[in-house]
């Protein structure tokens, strides 16, 4: 089977401009079709803030990541898939793009959900606890980006640094000099 090549972004572009409205239209129907979040980013493109359920869409994403951590009952063994779980946040930041303080929700969520999974069922791996801090990093990466953030997850963060206390591996540690760093940056000041 040969394999396709893909088109490059700027030869795309002029393929695009070459079509006739009704076949650009027949075009994004069948991507729509094709994966479900492409009607989702067509959504929030046409729709806007004001026509779009963020909150839905959040708390879909949101079982979804929890879903690939703990799985689907305590009998399985298909949880710690972290793959998919950062799978489901970067394709709703794909979509989400122009909204930061739900793509940062989730990348928190992640943390979180992660931190209470190794809280029940106790030391997991170094790989683990890598992988939430690349996951912290990234929301820290997030806040600094658009520093208004932080008062809507302060809170949060407050519980979330107090629950990974004790915890292996050198994740506490990670997680009191991130929380510190953050609560220092932020609230100077105040």
Request: hydrophobic share 35%; aromatic share 14%; charged share 35%.
């Amino acid at each position: 089977m040969k394999e396709i090549k893909k088109i490059p972004k700027k030869t795309l572009k002029y393929e695009l401009l070459e079509l006739e409205k009704e076949e650009l239209i027949e075009v994004i129907i069948e991507m729509t079709k094709i994966n479900p979040k492409n009607k989702e980013f067509l959504d929030v493109f046409l729709k806007g803030s004001d026509g779009i359920n963020f909150d839905a869409m959040i708390t879909d994403a949101k079982k979804k990541i929890y879903r690939f951590i703990y799985g689907t009952s305590v009998y399985s063994n298909n949880h710690l898939k972290l793959r998919e779980a950062k799978k489901v946040i970067s394709d709703n930041a794909k979509i989400l793009k122009d909204y930061p303080q739900h793509i940062a929700d989730l990348k928190l969520y992640y943390v979180e959900t992660c931190n209470a999974f190794t809280k029940d069922f106790g030391d997991i791996s170094s790989n683990f606890y890598n992988s939430i801090d690349v996951a912290f990093d990234d929301f820290c990466s997030t806040l600094n980006k658009y520093p208004h953030l932080y008062n809507m997850f302060s809170e949060r963060l407050k519980i979330l640094y107090e629950r990974s206390r004790n915890i292996g591996w050198g994740f506490s540690d990670f997680m009191e000099d991130y929380y510190f760093r953050l609560k220092n940056e932020f609230e100077k000041g105040k």
